[in-house]
């Protein structure tokens, strides 16, 4: 998977319209609504099959379009147009676009085919970067790791060596890779501004960043780009200097001792002799993956009579489930109340909590487990394997719990 990076020219180009003008101007209007709403859902109905914009097509294109329109945080107060150009099947329409916000003036172009369906469209100039977050590390001879951690407010810290200065981070399994916290870099060490999506939300003022290495316990990178945003809003009391995701522990089983405080990291064909010589008792449930190509692990489990699929991220301070299961699963459910959820993004929503009475993971069942109600369509829309929600630290720090990907299995220790 790969970071699509925008960076925001203070220009705004380019416009949308086809054939039949009148239509066309329709579809404008619902660009501007798209602005004003930060919603590109009825926007992506009039895309043609080869859409670009910024110089991209067919899903990048897309994606950048998403990210401008739910990112730009403006209002579009009124419009005038500039030009009409029609000719060989296309129509082009330029228009001025006055933002009330911060922008103020500036043109936006819409390129229409002769089906009437958005062809090009250009509401900012952007340049689109890309950094691969599929970033292979280097990992130790050593067999295990282990690492020892904190828990602040639910979620885990632990230390590695940036720049070759000790550091804290976010263990995060739920983050595709290792992402940094830009208040503590200087912003003449960023090449360019972006916005992405993570687990739990969507990601908003991001840019890249060139670091010199990245050691943790003996996982190490050098000299390679990596997306940051301003992540101080996670833990307020912490120096926290980013997330370390999936990529980076990718290659080990992950065993999580929160009694303990303690991450064990064990290469996956050595963890059935570990666990034998401690003598600990394993219960197994299979674990699955959302995509051949997500991060995201999933298990089968139940509340109440549903089914429902829920994927595994270390990250994840409370339970969390998709706002549409609400009715199926109201009988299931107590104290709900609402409140304010805060993810890796800045952005807040207020969100239905509750506690699930029972859940239950193969024969294993956890009673009275704090959970939140919210849309995870962002997460989905992703995916091949639809997951219902994320489960994290209420359910793993109950027990030993080892997550092992590469052998397809989630084990409850004791």
Not at 253 to 278: G, R, V
Not at 331 to 359: M, P, R, Y
Request: proline letters at 1%; one cysteine or more; a negative charge.
């Amino acid at each position: 998977m790969k970071y699509f990076i925008l960076t925001i020219v203070c220009l705004i180009g380019n416009s949308i319209f086809a054939q039949d003008k009148k239509i066309c101007e329709g579809i404008v209007g619902i660009a501007i609504d798209a602005v004003n709403n930060s919603s590109t859902i009825e926007l992506k109905k009039h895309l043609s099959s080869d859409f670009t914009c910024a110089g991209q097509t067919g899903a990048t294109a897309i994606m950048v379009v998403e990210q401008l329109v739910t990112q730009l945080d403006e209002h579009i107060s009124d419009i005038s147009k500039i030009s009409e150009q029609q000719g060989n099947g296309v129509l082009t329409l330029v228009y001025d676009f006055n933002y009330s916000k911060k922008l103020g003036h500036k043109n936006a172009t819409f390129v229409f085919n002769a089906d009437n369906q958005l062809k090009q469209l250009d509401l900012l100039s952007v340049q689109v970067k890309r950094v691969n977050t599929k970033t292979d590390f280097e990992i130790p001879a050593q067999d295990m790791l282990t690492v020892p951690m904190e828990i602040r407010h639910s979620l885990i810290v632990v230390t590695a060596k940036l720049n070759g200065i000790e550091r804290k981070f976010i263990l995060d399994s739920g983050a595709p890779s290792l992402y940094l916290n830009s208040r503590y870099f200087s912003k003449d060490t960023i090449s360019s501004m972006s916005t992405a999506q993570g687990v739990n939300s969507s990601i908003s003022g991001q840019d890249v960043i060139h670091i010199d290495s990245f050691d943790f316990y003996g996982i190490k990178t050098q000299g390679k780009d990596f997306v940051m945003s301003d992540l101080s809003h996670l833990l307020k009391d912490e120096e926290i200097y980013g997330l370390i995701g999936y990529q980076v522990i990718k290659d080990y089983d992950w065993l999580f001792d929160y009694a303990n405080k303690t991450l064990t990291l064990i290469k996956p064909d050595k963890t059935d002799s570990y666990i034998k010589e401690l003598h600990y008792t394993a219960y197994e449930i299979p674990l699955q993956m959302t995509s051949e190509t997500s991060h995201i692990p999933f298990v089968k489990g139940k509340i109440g009579a549903e089914e429902v699929s829920l994927g595994i991220d270390c990250g994840a301070s409370v339970n969390l489930l998709d706002v549409t299961l609400f009715d199926k699963l109201k009988n299931s459910l107590t104290d709900i109340t609402t409140t304010e959820l805060t993810g890796a993004s800045k952005q807040k929503a207020n969100v239905q909590s509750t506690t699930v009475k029972s859940l239950t993971l193969g024969e294993k069942s956890f009673e009275n487990v704090s959970t939140v109600f919210n849309d995870i369509s962002h997460l989905n829309s992703r995916l091949e394997n639809k997951i219902d929600g994320l489960i994290g630290y209420e359910i793993l720090s109950h027990q030993k719990v080892l997550i092992s990907v590469q052998n397809k299995k989630f084990i409850f220790i004791e």
